[in-house]
């Protein structure tokens, strides 16, 4: 049996911690390497999943015509929930992707399976729960390579498979930015800019 030292845990909790939703103004040139890449993915075949289904499937877009035709369907899908935000004035001027600046995005998406899944029966979203939990190794084993990651979610699924070229059967679950950046906040941005605050552990537990 595999045993871990509380200087590792320390480690892991420092990783956790300093992970950070990384946006198109803080990352830089620097590239990432094939090898840094399959590191990141290798990590999200690592996570749980529901009956051992291992849903999930990746797309990486590295063309520059592509990522700015997802760019534009999310400015399109962002510029519409303005009015949602309206009493929120601080919305419009949030950077809240990296598509265009980011060398590497990648789509992440949960693959439905044909045949009955143990563990699947009564929460029928377990599968796409699971495609989550790749994610998040993907963006805990980024930041222990010091390379951000940022989660876009103002896009429509069925818009961006169209502009992939996937399937219907794919559904998309999380669109990634990847890349080297300037520098990690010391806190996250949207807490800094008090849009929420930080809940305590005693607010999350219920009675």
């Known amino acids: 049996m595999l045993n871990f030292s509380t200087k590792e845990l320390d480690t892991l909790t420092k990783i956790i911690n300093s992970r950070r939703d990384v946006r198109g103004n803080y990352f830089n040139d620097k590239k990432v390497s094939n090898k840094e890449l399959k590191i990141i993915l290798e990590s999200a075949l690592q996570a749980p999943s529901v009956g051992y289904s291992q849903p999930w499937r990746f797309k990486i877009v590295k063309n520059k015509s592509i990522k700015n035709r997802v760019f534009k369907q999310f400015d399109k899908s962002y510029k ?8 929120r004035p601080l919305y419009k001027s949030l950077k809240l992707e990296g598509i265009k600046e980011a060398p590497i995005n990648i789509a ?15 929460m029928k979203r377990s599968g796409e729960y699971s495609v989550v939990c790749a994610i998040c190794n993907m963006w805990l084993t980024a930041r222990a390579m010091n390379i951000g990651l940022g989660w876009v979610s103002i896009v429509k699924p069925k818009k961006i498979n169209k502009i992939l070229n ?9 669109y990634l930015c990847i890349g080297y950046t300037k520098d990690f906040l010391e806190e996250p941005e949207l807490k800094t800019l008090k849009w929420e605050k930080k809940k305590s552990l005693k607010e999350c537990i219920l009675k």
Request: proline share 0%; net charge positive.
């Open 80 to 87: 519409k929930s303005f009015k949602k935000f309206k009493k």
């Open 108 to 122: 992440v998406f949960y693959k439905k399976n044909k045949k009955q899944v143990l563990g699947q029966t009564y």
């Open 166 to 174: 996937i399937s219907k059967e794919h559904k998309l679950i999380g």
